[in-house]
């Protein structure tokens, strides 16, 4: 079992920063989730569908990015503290969502239908607006 948490959410406005991150824990005592598991992130917008904004591989760090957030938005991983980052700069009113942290061992996790996503987080909301 893979538990996720996410933080960092909050307010800012067009044109602002904001940093998410997402804490990994579970899987076995020798060996960490983020070993085995691509992590990500899906949002979810009032009135729209989930869909993966960006994820990361947990071999060789290769990353994938939503064509609507390419070059604003940037996921890393702290294997040491099994935390994934997702910063978000130059944000748009667009941007604004329930930010999920999502977890399968499938490395094309964020092309995956959400329903067949096995691990998600609570969520944390992300408001830009002015």
């Known amino acids: 079992q893979v538990q996720l948490v996410e933080s960092g959410g909050g307010l800012v406005q067009p044109g602002g920063s904001l940093r998410v991150s997402c804490a990994v824990s579970?899987?076995?005592?020798?060996?960490?989730?983020?070993?085995?598991?691509?992590i990500g992130w899906f949002r979810q917008a009032p009135g729209k569908e989930r869909e993966g904004v960006s994820c990361?591989?947990?071999?060789?760090?290769?990353?994938y990015y939503a064509d609507s957030v390419k070059g604003r938005f940037t996921i890393s991983r702290d294997n040491a503290r099994n935390t994934v980052y997702l910063q978000m700069n130059s944000l748009e009113p667009e941007d604004t969502a329930v930010y999920y942290c999502?977890?399968?061992?499938?490395?094309?996790?964020?092309?995956?239908?959400?329903?067949?996503?096995?691990?998600w987080g609570q969520g944390t909301q992300v408001t830009v607006s002015s």
């Open positions: 579970g899987y076995t005592t020798d060996y960490s989730a983020m070993d085995y598991y691509a």
């Open positions: 990361i591989s947990s071999t060789d760090g290769r990353s």
């Open positions: 999502v977890a399968d061992l499938n490395p094309a996790l964020c092309t995956e239908v959400p329903a067949t996503i096995p691990f």
